[in-house]
Nanobody, 120 residues
Framework: QVQLVESGGGLVQPGGSLRLSCAAS????????MSWYRQAEGKERELVAV???????NYADSLKGRFTMSRDNAKNTVYLQMNSLKPDDTAVYYC??????????????WGQGTQVTVSS
């Protein structure tokens, strides 16, 4: 079965760094587009970053280069390096996989999320 397990969240001071991991299993990881989303208290879930099967990335404009997404196909894992963290980055961070099984068939899978709290 498909499984996505996030880890690496926690409490960090403003200006600090954190690295999130998402371990994937149950599908062909190397062919899947992977994304990070986040949802702050009282706000709608928003896209943070995406990485394609070919390794190209895209980020939310508001991040201004503070976040970096990467993937390691040998480990079936994606990462989110977060630097210069701000209190507004406080949210539950979710990993998502988009799995294609043909030219028109695709499925999305979500992890349970990991809490990131930026506070002094």
């Amino acid at each position: 079965q498909v499984q996505l397990v996030e880890s690496g969240g926690g409490l960090v001071q403003p200006g600090g760094s954190l690295r999130l991991s998402c371990a994937a299993s149950g599908f062909t990881f190397s062919s899947a587009a992977m994304s990070w989303y986040r949802q702050a208290e009282g706000k709608e879930r928003e896209l943070v970053a995406v990485i394609t099967s070919g390794g190209s990335t895209n980020y939310a404009d508001s991040l201004k280069g503070r976040f970096t997404m990467s993937r390691d196909n040998a480990k079936n894992t994606v990462y989110l390096q977060m630097n210069s963290l701000k209190p507004d980055d406080t949210a539950v961070y979710y990993c998502k996989a988009r799995v294609s099984r043909g030219p028109v068939i695709r499925s999305d899978y979500w992890g349970q999320g990991t809490q990131v709290t930026v506070s002094s």
